[in-house]
């Protein structure tokens, strides 16, 4: 019996909000069987804090800071030593955006697949803020729905 992903989402148990750091690094590890098939790893970003004001729901952008001085790292390795990394200066306050890591091909859907990826910005000549972390996104690969902000290198 196969299966069909059409997405796949890791989330963290909370969405991560960095006020000021000097170094950033974030990764995991998963282990699936995925379907035969090539698949695009994003990481879902956004920069500003999201609160409500007289009802609505606005975007403080007064504590970012940092992310156009040095690129963010991206990287992406499987059990099958396939390998990716993309950097990207992090922009867009105020929307979800997912950063595109890189791509990766599963050839035989009945072995267990071992991903592991990582975001990590260690220049420590500045500070950086106003950061949230929400998770880490696997879709087939060109994968487009409307509506959804996504970063290509």
Request: glycine share 8%.
């Amino acid at each position: 019996m196969k299966r069909l992903i059409t997405s796949s989402a890791i989330r963290f148990h909370s969405v991560a909000y960095l006020q000021q750091i000097w170094w950033l690094e974030v990764g995991g590890e998963l282990d699936f069987c995925f379907p035969a098939g090539s698949y695009s790893l994003f990481f879902r970003l956004h920069l500003g804090r999201a609160h409500r004001r007289m009802g609505r729901r606005v975007c403080g952008t007064e504590l970012i800071h940092g992310w156009d001085a040095r690129p963010t790292r991206f990287q992406l390795s499987t059990s099958d030593e396939q390998q990716a990394t993309s950097e990207y200066y992090l922009d867009g306050p105020g929307s979800w955006i997912l950063y595109h890591v890189g791509d990766f091909v599963i050839s035989n859907s009945d072995e267990l697949t071992s991903l592991k990826y990582s975001m990590m910005q260690i220049d420590c000549t500045h500070t950086k803020g106003g950061l949230c972390v929400d998770s880490v996104a696997i879709y087939p690969k060109g994968y487009r729905r409307e509506n959804m902000n996504m970063v290509y290198m």
